[in-house]
């Protein structure tokens, strides 16, 4: 398998978004692999609001810190239990993850949160997708095509807008999420999207990419060609694909004027390209 990430702060706090690339149980799931891009927000601080711990310098969000450490563990758990019901072991995974935060002293998931993206990757060819919240993930053909994409759950959902609480959007303009339990009664959930992605019917390579919401994708053809530059993908790097991702990223945001001044958001990007020859 081939791949590789990179995660940039802006303003924000180092390790809120990040990237983990990971083989689940080499001898017991060999080729099986959990890649996933993270993106915590929220603030442990309880004298904190949400929009003033950035500059008050207080630590990153610790249900990133849990979730990113945990998760695949569960999910290799559930996998082994039933190889053949990876939509059903993801589910449970998240399930376990959110029931084990609950139950902790060490974890503030009331105030803090995580959202994710990630890919499920098997030796027989299949991509489970799972995500919550506003990560994105996508699936790009080697024409730059869209073949799949999530749909975030966020303000622009017009589906999850109905589900939650209206004043809850002046918190937090995401509607579900890992962590976040103080907007339970809003409607937050935690429920994840799980999809099992067909490949592209051609011989032709592919990419899946995901990203935070920190990356803006404002043109998927350019993210796409992006995404299919030629050579080898480098593991961690800032000057290679996924960092020439987040620089045209950061152009697109101080463009926008109409809409962004700056981008004031971290920015994680992963690429991937399985089943490589």
């Not at 758990?77 to 993850?97: E, G, I, T, Y």
């Not at 807008?161 to 579900?176: E, H, M, N, P």
């Amino acid at each position: 398998m081939d791949y590789e990430w990179c995660s940039k702060v802006q303003r924000g706090r180092a390790g809120e978004d990040r990237v983990h690339v990971v083989a689940l149980d080499e001898k017991q799931l060999p080729g099986v692999y959990w890649a996933c891009v993270y993106d915590g927000h929220g603030c442990p601080e309880r004298e904190c609001g949400r929009s003033t711990c950035r500059e008050k310098g207080h630590k990153r969000s610790d249900v990133v810190q849990y979730v990113s450490t945990h998760l695949p563990g569960r999910i290799a758990h559930h996998l082994k239990r039933s190889p053949q019901q990876a939509s059903r072991a993801l589910k449970a995974a998240v399930s376990d993850v959110v029931s084990a935060m609950k139950s902790s002293s060490s974890v503030d998931d009331m105030r803090c949160g995580t959202c994710l993206a990630g890919f499920l990757l098997q030796p027989s060819r299949q991509i489970h997708v799972m995500h919550i919240g506003d990560c994105v993930a996508v699936m790009y053909g080697a024409d730059g095509q869209v073949l799949h994409k999530t749909k975030s759950h966020d303000v622009h959902n017009h589906q999850e807008r109905q589900r939650v609480s209206g004043d809850y959007f002046q918190k937090l303009a995401i509607t579900r999420a890992l962590g976040d339990d103080d907007m339970e009664h809003k409607g937050v959930c935690h429920d994840p999207d799980v999809d099992l992605w067909s490949l592209p019917a051609s011989s032709g390579k592919f990419s899946l990419v995901a990203c935070t919401d920190g990356v803006l994708e404002t043109d998927t053809r350019k993210l796409a060609s992006l995404s299919q530059l030629g050579g080898n993908l480098q593991g961690a790097s800032t000057s290679g694909v996924c960092g020439k991702i987040i620089t045209w990223s950061n152009k697109q945001h101080k463009s926008a004027q109409s809409r962004y001044k700056e981008n004031r958001d971290d920015a994680a990007v992963l690429v991937v390209r399985p089943f490589e020859p």
